[in-house]
RNA sequence: GCCCCCAUCGUCUAGCUCGGCCCAGGACGCCGGAUUCUCAUUCCGGUAACAGGGGUUCAAAUCCCCUUGGGGGUACCA
């Protein structure tokens, strides 16, 4: 397998159907890391043969995606080249073209087969546990019996007319040599009646049109190689090198799919999944960087980059290990510039909120976020007070009365403090935990629910210094009347 | 059913191309401990794998074969 990497041209082909997907994102981050390495382009085609199921919101969604991710196409349905456009609804034209051309030249023929037809075939192939595929009916018609059927205005099919015998192999460059036994290859249909072509032809037309030297896909296409390669051959065409990905996985090892993974790309924007995160992940799914690194950036994948590195088997999509290496980066970043990506990526309705509080807030919860979503979800309390129950003032292993005996005791104590600062709030409260022969947890457990309204919260003094006096004060004064109420 | 791909800790993997340095290394998770006002963070320690069987060889996680297991494909969807 000669790498001939002087001019590298690789696309992502995605259809678009539904929400973009993160196989895509995958797919493409591949594409994007060897054509960069090699100083080549990176293409963006849409897909779009299907036209009951494409739709433009989707094809939108995909560019977004992307883009949000960082990987910039240099040619794509935006971004018109010379062999544009790069949406294949918009190329209709040109395959029955080249259907036309397989049909004189006798590498294809017209099917008119009905629908019914081939769905009791392939039933009564299956019930007799025969290989399913085309029984090659329509290929022995004659001249006139096809022109007798093209009158009567029949609705026909062009197959690929695969050869009886021999094989088809071809060079994968992370799997090796795969060959198939020609008798296996279905007569793939190539246009349907409608007029549209399959996937398999449109493919096959545009890389070749396109100059696409490498073709880079998930490894659900190595069955339907070996037609591809057929038809560069009936074309009279040179190949692209092909590279079949592994697919990724749900837990039980199944092909991932939205009923077993969150799977859109938006979902894990929305999440707060930082890009160079998921990035990060998508790119250890399938290939590692060396040594004993995880962590590494998408230019460094790119410099990197190599098939030697690549990997065969089908990775699971484990969000325990995305979430580790989402915080790995958040916690990478300055308070400031992870403010920045959350106000500016959305992430928070505090926008009215001076930035130097929201960046003195920033500096508690920054360890203690996962994604960027939870920002707002964990800061709430500073900004409102928030219901709770009496019961969630009591320590563990307490009741309701010892619980407003701290807080009776505590009321001097707090008021007393001029200087409201993390410092001296926190020498006052030892004080009166050793004064009064108090546990400290004791104390600051119905102390946090009084200030916070949770059990859970930032660090108790610095809160309260950013809080403020009175706030605290007025809050205090809340959990200490709950208490009441409730005894 | 048929065809194709794959196979190291629960998960992601290094090692396999060029057999010995591997009674298999790292990371996530989990468990335990330290720090600690909660939760986190941080720091220590622990758990756990070469699917099985045959070969080849002085020597195999690494090469070959078989079995098993998993996955994908099998559409006028991509």
Redesign the pocket.
């Known amino acids: 397998m000669s790498q001939k990497l002087q001019n590298v041209r690789v696309r992502s ?1 995605p ?1 678009p159907t539904g929400d973009p997907h993160v196989g895509t994102a995958y797919v493409s981050l591949f594409n994007y890391a060897f054509a960069k390495n090699a100083g080549g382009t990176f293409i963006l085609r849409i ?1 779009d ?2 036209r009951s ?1 494409s739709s433009k919101e989707s094809e939108e969604a995909i560019m977004r995606s992307l883009r949000w991710l960082g990987l910039e196409w240099d040619e794509g349905p935006d971004k018109e080249g010379d062999p544009g456009p790069y949406r294949q609804s918009e190329r209709f034209g040109i395959y029955s073209k080249y259907g036309q051309k397989l049909l004189e030249n006798g590498s294809a023929y017209r099917c008119f ?3 019914e037809r ?1 769905a009791a075939l ?1 039933k009564t192939q299956q019930a007799q ?6 029984d090659g009916l329509c290929r022995a018609l004659g001249e006139d019996e096809i022109e007798q059927k093209m009158a009567q205005n029949e ?1 026909y ?1 062009i197959r690929l007319k695969v050869p009886a015998e021999g094989e088809t192999s071809y060079e994968d460059y992370i ?2 040599t ?3 036994r020609n008798p ?1 290859i ?1 007569d793939q ?1 190539l246009l ?3 007029g ?1 072509p ?2 398999h032809l449109a493919n096959v037309v545009d890389d070749h049109l396109m100059e696409i030297s490498h073709v880079i896909r998930a ?6 190689t070996p037609k591809h390669v057929l038809l560069y051959n009936a074309f009279g065409w040179e190949q692209p090198a092909f590279i079949h990905l592994p ?1 990724l ?1 749900n837990k ?4 991932i799919s939205k009923r077993k993974n969150p799977v859109s790309l938006d979902w894990y924007r929305e999440k707060g999944y930082l890009k160079e995160a998921l990035l990060n992940f998508l790119a ?3 290939w ?1 960087i ?1 040594a ?1 690194r ?1 962590k590494f950036t998408l230019q460094e994948m790119v410099t990197h980059f190599s098939w ?2 690549a ?6 999509f ?1 969000l ?2 995305l979430d ?1 290496l989402n ?1 790995e980066y958040i ?1 990478a970043m300055s308070p400031d510039e992870l403010l920045d990506r959350i106000v500016e990526e959305g992430y928070t309705d505090y926008t009215d909120v001076p930035r130097r509080k929201l960046l003195s807030i920033m500096e508690l919860v920054q ?2 976020m996962k994604t960027l979503s939870e920002f707002d979800e964990s800061i709430g309390f500073f900004f409102a007070r928030e219901p709770y129950d009496a019961e969630t003032l009591i320590p563990k292993k307490k009741d309701a009365s010892f619980t407003a005996e701290v807080l009776e005791a505590l009321k001097d104590t707090l008021e007393g403090v001029e200087d409201w600062t993390t410092e001296s709030l926190e020498q006052a409260l030892q004080a009166f935990c050793e004064e009064g022969g108090w546990k ?2 004791d104390v ?2 119905p102390l ?1 629910v009084a200030i916070t309204c949770r ?8 809160t309260m210094e950013i809080l403020g006096k009175k706030e605290c004060l007025v809050r205090f004064q809340e959990a200490v009347e709950k208490c009441e109420n409730k005894g």
């Open positions: 082909a259809s897909e043969t299907d199921r087969c009905t629908s081939l392939r546990k025969r290989p399913t595929g085309y609705p099919t799997r090796g795969i060959t198939f296996e279905d249909v349907k009646s409608d549209f399959t996937y490894e659900e296409w190595i069955t339907s697919l996985r039980d090892k199944s092909k250890l799914m399938g590692s060396g004993e995880e030697e590195r990997k065969k088997s089908g990775p699971v484990d325990q290990k580790w915080g916690r360890d203690r400290r947890r600051y457990m946090r059990r859970v919260s930032t660090p108790l003094f610095e």
